[in-house]
């Protein structure tokens, strides 16, 4: 565990705010959910908190109508996210997304298109952003080096036809995956990533 200890100014008033990051694999995240109502408000109003960017590619993986995403349970509360995760220095992102895949579940991908983009700029120690891409299922690897993470129950393939119905994060994925499977008209870039995004 790191902590950093980062000072603001707010109102005047000179303010300190330790925050705890857990490292988990590649993806650092605040060790306490209280503080992202925290972070959110104070980078939202100017302040610094020296957060860095960090790049994601993320895999999405179709194959007969369905869709292959990781299962999430967070206290009471089971999501879905798709597999990927952060980008390494002097990593090409198609690289990137193999790779994580490969570690994360086993499967061995073909990355194809970059079809979305989304944020997270606010509410998490580090500024987001996801690169989201067609990939082709290309099968199991028989000798896969696993990094198995705690908050990862399982991997499903959900049926794209229900997607609307599951709680698939970011939720303004759902709609657009539908479009690019029907061949309709898609968007890729889907703005920043917020809690009350309903789509």
Not at 14 to 42: C, R, V, Y
Not at 122 to 127: I, P
Not at 174 to 189: D, F, N, P, S
Request: aromatic fraction near 6%; proline fraction near 3%; charged fraction near 25%.
């Amino acid at each position: 565990m790191n902590l950093k200890l980062c000072n603001a100014t707010h109102n005047g008033s000179q303010a300190s705010l330790i925050i705890s990051f857990i490292e988990n694999g590649t993806t650092l995240k605040p060790a306490d959910k209280t503080l992202n109502n925290s972070i959110s408000l104070m980078t939202k109003e100017g302040l610094k908190l020296e957060r860095k960017i960090r790049n994601s590619a993320k895999a999405l993986i179709i194959q007969d109508g369905r869709m292959l995403a990781l299962k999430h349970k967070d206290d009471q509360d089971v999501y879905y996210t798709l597999p990927g995760g952060t980008q390494n220095a002097g990593e090409a992102l198609t690289d990137a997304v193999k790779r994580e895949v490969a570690e994360e579940i086993g499967v061995d991908v073909e990355p194809l298109s970059l079809e979305f983009v989304n944020e997270g700029v606010y509410g998490e120690a580090l500024h987001r952003v996801d690169f989201f891409f067609l990939c082709k299922y290309r099968g199991m690897l028989n000798h896969a080096n696993l990094h198995n993470e705690p908050a990862h129950e399982a991997y499903e393939w959900l049926e794209i036809q229900d997607i609307m119905e599951q709680p698939l994060n970011p939720s303004k994925l759902r709609k657009q995956i539908q479009r690019l499977v029907a061949g309709e008209k898609t968007v890729m870039y889907l703005g920043n990533e917020e809690h009350e995004d309903s789509e």
